[in-house]
């Protein structure tokens, strides 16, 4: 049974930094992009930032390039969101998703990510 659980979710400060954790289990870590993905209620969920299991690039939305940085631990079966100077506009619940695509425009689109965690709410205030 495939298994993807976040954490490090919570209320913070504008300008203040989160770490979101992405524990998986149950697939082949290492032959899976990993992304992460954000919604607010009553919106699509938004792409935030993926990392290619081929080690490419790392691509970021304009809304966070700058602040957010992802990394994965494939000994671990973890990948991490690292947020800094968080706005309020980045709250958000944020979702990670795995994807067996390498490279190319499927990684930045939710409906090519065949599993899911749950959520991590993440609310900045003002």
């Known amino acids: 049974q495939v298994q993807l659980v976040e954490s490090g979710g919570g209320l913070v400060q504008a300008g203040g930094s989160l770490r979101l954790s992405c524990a998986v289990s149950?697939?082949?870590?290492?032959?899976?992009?990993m992304g992460w993905f954000r919604q607010v209620p009553g919106k699509e969920r938004e792409f935030v930032t993926t990392?290619?299991?081929?080690?490419?690039?790392?691509p970021y939305a304009d809304s966070v390039k700058g602040r957010f940085t992802a990394s994965r631990d494939n000994a671990k079966n973890t990948v991490y969101l690292q947020m800094n100077s968080l706005k309020p506009e980045d709250t958000a619940v944020y979702y990670c998703?795995?994807?067996?695509?390498?490279?190319?425009?499927?990684?930045?689109?939710?409906?090519?990510?065949?599993?899911w965690g749950q959520g991590t709410q993440v609310t900045v205030s003002s």
């Open positions: 998703a795995a994807n067996p695509t390498g490279r190319g425009s499927k990684l930045l689109r939710p409906n090519f990510y065949d599993y």
């Open positions: 990392l290619s299991w081929t080690g490419g690039g790392t």
């Open positions: 149950g697939l082949t870590f290492s032959a899976y992009s």
